[in-house]
């Protein structure tokens, strides 16, 4: 496919998981695609083989997103190492997890850093090089619609705040074309909550479908956001959960 022929995009968090699957699927579509990672460089240089042999220019970056300094530098070595940026999806997360009595301010910090002030950093460092026909997508979690058991109230709560934040810049970036959404994926087979884990049945049993959602099919949602389709779609969160928040 060539929907995206001529674009650039950014996935924070690209070296595995959502964000790789998200990556490759940009890059077949015909994007350049950039990834940061934290510490999995030789996961990242695997992604980059990859969206290379789809034909696209690829890029990894070392770059935690709970460092200001190290996205807004991953920006700006976007744009030089790969001509501009078109697209910018803020994947990067992390799955804090315990009893809400036990939870550290340090890892509330860790958490709204990574999730929250890390997409309006990114957000605000991509935006002055998002032409019209721009797009900005955030990856959320539908545990900021339905929360169904404990534990997970950090996690939700950092993840909500992607809500407020999608529709803040909708308004803001919507005069210049440029379009931003939130993917919400419910239970997926990746390494963080793989689909043979200890719980994994009782999170099938929560969905509607019976089953996790593969990476590939957030990447699909990603897509059609990132391409001509969306081009309407701005301000919006769509859950891709197999009716875990039906």
């Known amino acids: 496919m060539t929907e995206l022929a ?7 968090g690209g070296s595995r998981g959502i964000g790789a699957a ?12 950039a990834v940061t990672y934290t510490s999995s460089a030789d996961r990242a240089a695997e992604v980059v083989r990859r969206i290379e042999a789809a034909g696209r220019r ?3 970056l070392a770059a935690d997103s709970a460092d200001p300094v190290a996205l807004i530098g991953a920006v700006e070595r976007v744009v030089a190492g790969l001509g501009g940026l078109d697209i910018l999806v803020n994947n990067a997360g992390i799955a804090p997890y315990g009893p809400f009595e036990q939870v550290a301010v340090e890892e509330v910090d860790r958490a709204l850093a990574v999730h929250a002030r890390a997409a309006f950093v990114a957000a605000q460092a991509a935006a002055p090089h998002l032409e019209g026909g721009g797009r900005i997508i955030g990856i959320g979690s539908n545990l900021a619609e339905r929360l169904p058991y404990p534990g997970w109230t950090l996690y939700a709560m950092s993840k909500s705040a992607l809500i407020g934040l999608t529709k803040g810049l909708a308004r803001e970036l919507g005069p210049r074309g440029v379009t931003v959404n939130l993917v919400q994926p419910g239970s997926t087979d990746t390494e963080m909550n793989p689909a043979d884990s200890p719980d994994a049945d009782h ?10 959602a593969r990476a590939e099919e957030i990447a699909a949602t990603v897509a059609h956001l990132a391409g001509p389709a969306g081009a309407y779609i701005t301000g919006t969160a769509i859950t891709v959960d197999g009716g875990f928040a039906a």
Do not use: C, N, P, S
């Open 58 to 60: 690829g890029l990894a």
């Open 22 to 33: 998200i990556a490759e699927r940009l890059a077949r579509d015909g994007a350049d695609v």
């Open 203 to 212: 999170e099938r049993a929560l969905t509607a479908l019976g089953r996790y």
């Open 6 to 12: 001529g674009k650039v995009a950014l996935v924070t």
